[in-house]
């Protein structure tokens, strides 16, 4: 292009030394643990940016109005000797200590926040016997089967390949007694094999879908004492 000032130069020039500290500064700042660390909210159990966080003890407004009647539940671990109780105060997701700027706006109001776990959203942390189930286990856990699921292993020279596919159940199903049955599971779970070879007893071994025995014991003997269905 001839005579034209804004005409692309080819090589470019390399960029200034303004431009590059520009460039340096803006991922320094974009990669400060403050731009994107996050905590949660007490009190909706939201993540929130650590910066728009207010501590509780900052507050200078009372939490009375987050005390609710069967909301929350202590855990009974295998002790059924003594009813289940409730967490009293009001209702705070103890593993956090801060309020996130919604929640904080709602409460000096006077308002309980719509998202606030008060409202029947309090779960509680999730108990040891039933963190890191399979599956599998978890399938044999669960009154409430609302999907079915399909895998599919094909075993080659080196590994095993598969795919898993979840359908929804045209029917919901309880189970009033659990585990369920293997028949009762055959409904739900189909794990199939493929491949040239009949699978070996190793390759059996290496599946995801093994149950291992005590650890769903101990979860229903544990959901028994402490699930209210
Ligand atoms: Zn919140």
Redesign the pocket.
Known sequence: MRGSESAPVFPPKPPSEKLLCTIAHNFCRDMNPTAFEEAG?A????L?ILQELTPLRDLTFPLDILERDGVTQMERGFDDRHEAQEIEGPVLDLACDS??V??EEHLSKGVV?P??LANGFWIGPIPEVLQGLSFAEKLLVARIRHNRCLVRVSSGRAKMTGNVIMFSNPMLKGYKELPPTRAELEDVLAFIFTGPVQPTPDDFARTPMLVRRNKVADALAWLKINHRD
């Not at 009190?43 to 939201?46: E, H, K, L």
Request: aromatic letters at 0%; proline letters at 8%; hydrophobic letters at 30%.
């Open positions: 909210c009190v909706c159990g939201q929130t309020v996130c919604e929640c926040p998202l606030a």
